[in-house]
């Protein structure tokens, strides 16, 4: 059954820890979670309503933490005992369905006679304060009192309380509760990890005993005879009070082992062996933290979400659809960046070093940079840019004479990026000599004559650049 009192909050500042210390409260730092990476933005879940909450682990959720707090025993002439506040990180498993079960907190002694009246925490086992019979027995100037419930455990499990095999060793984490008030025997607090046994006002004998994480809390009895010992604890549940003729004895706490409970007064003026209950025991895996608190019962469930979020990748440079001239001088800058970590980012050439811009190319040139995170998620970022070549020009010079019959070579030189190529576009070039691609005009002439003719060189940098020349072939 589904109970009151469930809050979830998402934040990134983790919460903090409150714990009862002498002079204050301790705050305690935030959680850090083992196993893959994980998102930055934490969960939380508040269940404060006594009673069974499902709680269903998130895909991804390997790790949670949990914050439990028992219920404090109840009070009459003295205080309940403090319940138990434990925390620890508990392995799971996604999809899994965990109960938590807030333990509720002891109710206070009564006067009403003749019958057990003040409950214990009835979620979390806490133990029944006893009763009292006799009005009249009660000392001069004071009232009777039952005596005070016991604060019931609070904890995290794997199957219903509704279940009949729902078995308190399914507990993977308890917070135990304070045991109840006797008459002037204050309630044991709950387990860090032991119960503490009842404040002793007298010779002890009538208080009960906190329960160890091996066994339960011992039950105060009644030495000088009668039927006014309390009960003790056992394993998941605590002990109920005596009965007293003035004053009955408070419940133990509920706990991993329950706490004993104190036994009641059996004659005036002897109300003082009206025992408290003893606080129940906690537990949890290795690692756990013990303490105890001024806070009610409570659980509290934090978990980080798997880490599901792409790393960013920043290129500033090459610029997207740039236009850079070959042969520029290009730095490559780029960043990745991750909410938790990154594991690598990478460029088709490290940051911070030369573009290679020697190809010139108008479309197609590419570069990739790859980022990926701890938890795996990987992006790949793609800018595209252009190298821009140099139209091509013929650099002039003085075209010598050829001689007839005699070998003959020379380079009309274009230059331009990429290299221009060389052809005869009007005219014709002296018998005997050829022109080749590269510009240059070789061979053995075979007329005299003056040749006039015109060139073109071509890269596809803009248009063609043209140059007239003219070779004069004379005789030896």
């Known amino acids: 059954m589904a109970a009151t009192g469930h ?55 390997t790790s949670i933490h949990v914050r439990a707090i028992g219920g404090q025993g109840g009070y009459g002439y003295t205080a309940g005992g403090l319940g138990a506040l434990v925390e620890s990180y508990l392995t799971v498993t996604p999809g899994q369905t965990l109960y938590a079960e807030v333990g509720g907190a002891g109710t206070p002694a009564t006067q009403v006679s003749g019958k057990m009246v003040a409950s214990g925490g009835l979620t979390g086992a806490g133990g029944w304060g006893g009763s009292f019979l006799d009005q009249s027995a009660v000392p001069p100037d004071s009232a009777g009192l039952s005596g005070a419930g ?19 060793s399914s507990r993977l984490l308890v917070a135990g509760g304070g045991g109840g008030a006797g008459a002037q025997s204050a309630g044991g607090a709950g387990g860090t990890p032991n119960g503490a046994r009842a404040v002793v006002s007298d010779n002890g004998t009538g208080t009960g005993g906190g329960a160890t994480t091996s066994a339960a809390g011992t039950a105060g009895y009644d030495p000088t ?48 062996l009206s025992g408290g209950g003893g606080g129940g025991s ?34 500033t440079s090459p610029g997207s659809d740039a236009l850079y001239t070959v ?40 570069f990739t940079v790859t980022a990926v995170d701890k938890a795996g998620n990987k992006t790949s970022t793609t800018t595209r840019y252009s190298i821009q070549g140099i139209a091509a020009h013929f650099t002039g010079g003085t075209v010598p004479k050829a001689h007839l019959g ?50 073109a060189a071509t890269n596809g940098v803009g248009q063609p650049a043209k140059t007239t020349v003219t070779v004069q072939v004379v005789k030896n």
């Open 7 to 61: 809050q979830q909050r998402n934040t990134i500042v983790r919460p903090l820890i409150q714990t009862a210390v002498a002079g204050g409260l301790l705050f305690a730092a935030g959680l850090a979670f083992p196993g893959p990476a994980l998102a930055a933005s934490q969960v939380d879940i508040y269940y404060t309503g006594v009673g069974e909450h499902a709680f269903t682990v998130p895909a991804g959720v």
């Open 327 to 366: 042969g520029a001088k290009v730095v490559v800058t780029f960043a990745c960046a991750d909410e938790t970590a990154l594991a690598s980012c990478t460029g088709t050439v490290p940051n911070g070093s030369l573009l290679d811009t020697s190809v010139a190319q108008l479309a197609g040139h590419t």
């Open 150 to 168: 016991g604060g019931g455990a609070s904890d995290v499990r794997t199957c219903s309380v509704a279940s009949s095999t729902c078995y308190p």
């Open 225 to 272: 005879g009668g039927p006014h010992n309390g009960s003790a604890g056992g394993f998941g549940w605590a002990g109920s009070g005596g009965t007293g003729v003035s004053y009955g004895g408070g419940g133990g706490g509920g706990g991993w082992y329950g706490g004993g409970a104190g036994a009641g007064g059996n004659s005036n003026p002897a109300f003082s």
């Open 282 to 315: 906690s537990y949890g895996p290795t690692g756990t933290t013990y303490a105890t608190t001024i806070y009610g019962p409570q659980v509290t469930i934090s978990y980080l979400p798997p880490d599901v979020t792409k790393p960013t990748v920043t290129i």
């Open 406 to 455: 005699k070998s003959y070579s020379f380079r009309f030189a274009a230059t331009g990026s990429p290299a221009p190529k060389v052809s005869l576009v009007a005219g014709t070039v002296p018998r005997g000599l050829k022109l080749a691609a590269n510009g240059t005009l070789s061979g053995k002439p075979t007329r005299v004559g003056t040749y006039k003719f015109t060139l």
